[in-house]
C-alpha cells in the first residue's frame, strides 16, 4: 500500500517538462519618466501556449505587472517557423544599423529554430531590415488579437 501511495506521489515526466521556448516577441517605451514607461514581454512555446506579461513604471514583478495567457494556432506556429527558415537570418544575422537608435520605443524577438535562437534586433542595417520584418511581422500575427492592448502604450 505505501509504495502505491510513493508511486501516486512522484511526478510524472511529461507533467514535470515544460515545452520549450519557441518564441518571443517584447516591446517598451523607451526611456520615459516612471509614470509613462512600460514594457511588456510575450513568451510563445512550441506547445501554443503564450504568456504575456506587461509592467509600468520600472517595476519587472508585483501589482505594476499584469500578466494573461492565450493560445497560438498550429498555423500561426508554422507561418513564424517559415518566415524565419525564409529569411535565412539564422545562416546569417542580421548586421546592426550603420546609425543606431536614439531614444524612442523599441521592438525586438526571438524564433528559435532546431536549437539555434534566431534574433530580430529593433535597429537593423538597411540592407537587412525586410528579413527582419518580414519574420518579426509572423510573430506579432502569432498574437492574440485580444492582447492588442498590451503591446502599445
Known sequence: MLRV??????????????????ATYSANSGSLPPENAWETTVTLYADGRLTLRRCTGYETEGPAC???????????????????MASELAETPAKPSDYPMVGGSVIFATVTLDGVTVTLPSDVAESDAARVANVLRAVRAAIPARLDRFLTD
Open 66 to 84: 499584469k500578466d494573461r495567457k492565450a493560445k497560438v494556432t498550429p498555423e500561426a506556429l508554422e507561418a513564424i517557423r517559415a518566415a524565419a
Open 5 to 22: 501511495l510513493v508511486l501516486c506521489l512522484m511526478p510524472l515526466p511529461a507533467l514535470a517538462q515544460e515545452a520549450p521556448v519557441f
